[in-house]
């Protein structure tokens, strides 16, 4: 718990002034239940750990090789693994669609410890939307560059990457996201 509790301080700290798009909650909450969703699978502490820590690099000034030194590459492979390649999001900036194209294609390929990271940041997110929907209606949609049908496509395809290759669609957390994306987008 202790490796646990110092990944929680680091995104704790790197997230600190960040909130959510639609709610302002402070970002942290984000993070926290992604890995609440992997302890609920009972998922090791290395995958609740790169959970902890999964959007650090993509949206803080926190590095894979910082993440390397302080818990080891196994951590660092698997926030890799769900963090967009610097080149979609800086260099040459892609559109949406093309950066969740990459996504799509990368996770019908990638690990299933990876693909479990992904779908739990999902489900978090999805979760996050049908609150907000309740609260907003569909003026919720004009928060995201995605909109209302790109996000559905986007949800969708994602469920489908999850099947292929080293498929977790018998894991709960699978499950669960298969039935909040049906719920938000019926």
Partial sequence: MERIAR??????KAHKNQKRKVSYAPYIVHP????INLMKEKA???????????????DTNITLEDIRKE????????VDGVTEPEELRKNSPKTWNERKEHTI????????EI????????LANTRSLIEDQKKYGDKLWLNFKGGKTSTKWYMTKMLKSFKQGENIEETNIYKQLEQAVNKLFS
């Fill in 7 to 12: 990944a929680f301080e680091i995104a704790l």
């Fill in 71 to 78: 818990f080891g590459s196994e951590i660092a492979v698997l």
């Fill in 32 to 35: 926290m239940e992604v890995a």
């Fill in 115 to 122: 693909k479990l990271i992904s779908c739990s940041d999902k």
């Fill in 105 to 112: 294609e990368f996770m019908k390929t990638a690990s299933k």
């Fill in 44 to 58: 090791p502490e290395t995958l609740i750990i790169s959970a902890l820590l999964h959007d650090t690099v993509e």
